[in-house]
Nanobody, 127 residues
Framework: QVQLVESGGGLVQAGGSLTLACAAS????????MAWFRQAPGKERVVVAS????????YYTDSVKGRFTISRSNAKNTLFLQMKRLEPEDTAVYYC????????????????????WGQGTQVTVSS
């Protein structure tokens, strides 16, 4: 049974940094595309970043490019999201997602591409 558990959320001032982690169990992370999504109050859940199972390919939504870094440790079955220069607009519940991939040269960016989700972790950025 696939299980994803996020951690690392919290309250931070604008300009600050946080690193989120997603611990995966029940599957070999090395064969799964993994991604971070976020959902702000009253808005849809949207992709933030996605990474191929090899780690070679990464996608970032425009609003986080240059500030966020997605990475993974397949040996530790863990996904990370390093967030720097946080802005109040980054306030949201952040979710980890995973989906099996049969290619190391692919990532997914749509919510419907993923069948496994974590419970989410709250990130609040104060101005």
């Amino acid at each position: 049974q696939v299980q994803l558990v996020e951690s690392g959320g919290g309250l931070v001032q604008a300009g600050g940094s946080l690193t989120l982690a997603c611990a995966a169990s029940g599957f070999a992370a090395g064969s799964y595309v993994m991604a971070w999504f976020r959902q702000a109050p009253g808005k849809e859940r949207v992709v933030v970043a996605s990474i191929s199972w090899s780690g070679d390919l990464r996608y970032y939504t425009d609003s986080v490019k240059g500030r966020f870094t997605i990475s993974r440790s397949n040996a530790k079955n863990t996904l990370f999201l390093q967030m720097k220069r946080l802005e109040p607009e980054d306030t949201a519940v952040y979710y980890c997602a995973a989906e099996r991939s049969y290619s190391s040269l692919i990532y997914y960016t749509k919510e419907t591409d993923f069948n496994s989700w974590g419970q989410g972790t709250q990130v609040t950025v104060s101005s």
